[in-house]
């Protein structure tokens, strides 16, 4: 059960689109499209904002997106807002029939 | 609304056991699947465990296996996390999540329960 790894921050100019990676096995990320993506503010609890590697929960702006290539999947952010600043972690699910989170991506806007 | 309210957090000493419970309302409980999730101060999000709907099926990872259990109560809409020999790297807030069913993911969360294991 070893974390995602993830790049420890990514910062952005409002109106610009920034990248985050998150890079399993094919034990987890490779091998399966649960691949979610959270986003945390300071002192709250998570939100999730991409389910299925791509899918938008009702509610969560176009601007998010998600996709996978091998072993790595990414959230994409378009549009960067002042409000999109702040923690975002992936999680997989993986072949121990467990979960697994990244270690988290610190987006400074 | 949909609601998750966690409670029984606190200071425990090592090797001692602690009980979180998880309140659930404005949703049918027991069609969900439910996680236990933890922060540590300063730190990631670290799966912790998971129940099934029906309280059949549980997981958990490799860091709790053996000392913690997870249950649920779905006449009270509860969750629950017994968590025995408490180390101090157990120290965190812990959620609870609702499970997106089939989904594999969490979509509903807690404000969380802050454990604190220090002599």
């Known amino acids: 059960q070893s974390a995602l790894t993830q790049p420890a921050s990514v910062s952005g100019s409002p109106g610009q689109s920034i990248t985050i990676s998150c890079t399993g096995t094919?034990?987890?990320?490779?091998?399966?499209?649960?691949v979610s993506w959270f986003q945390q503010h300071p002192g709250k609890a998570p939100k999730l904002m991409i389910y299925?590697?791509?899918s938008r929960p009702s509610g969560v702006s176009y601007r998010f997106s998600g996709s996978k290539s091998g072993n790595t999947a990414s959230l994409t952010i378009s549009g960067l807002q002042a409000e999109d600043e702040g923690d975002y972690y992936c999680?997989?699910?993986?072949?121990?029939?467990?979960?697994?989170f990244g270690g988290g991506t610190k987006l400074s806007v | 609304q949909v609601q998750l309210v966690e409670s029984g957090g606190g200071v425990v000493q090592p090797g001692r056991s602690l009980r979180l419970s998880c309140a659930a309302s404005?949703?049918?409980?027991?069609?969900?699947?439910m996680h236990w999730v933890r922060q540590a101060p300063g730190k990631g999000l670290e799966w912790v465990a998971f129940?099934?709907?029906?309280?059949?099926?549980?997981r958990y990872a490799d860091s709790v296996k053996g000392r913690f259990t997870i249950s649920r109560d779905n006449s009270k809409n509860a969750l629950s996390l017994q968590m025995d020999s408490l180390r101090p790297e157990d120290t965190a807030l812990y959620y609870c999540?609702?499970?997106?069913?089939?989904?594999?993911?969490?979509?509903?969360w807690g404000q969380g329960t802050t454990v604190t294991v220090s002599s």
């Open positions: 999540a609702r499970d997106l069913s089939t989904r594999y993911t969490m979509d509903v």
């Open positions: 094919s034990s987890d990320v490779g091998g399966y499209k649960y």
């Open positions: 129940i099934s709907y029906d309280g059949r099926d549980e």
């Open positions: 299925e590697v791509s």
């Open positions: 999680t997989s699910y993986a072949s121990t029939s467990t979960w697994v």
């Open positions: 404005g949703f049918i409980f027991s069609g969900h699947a």
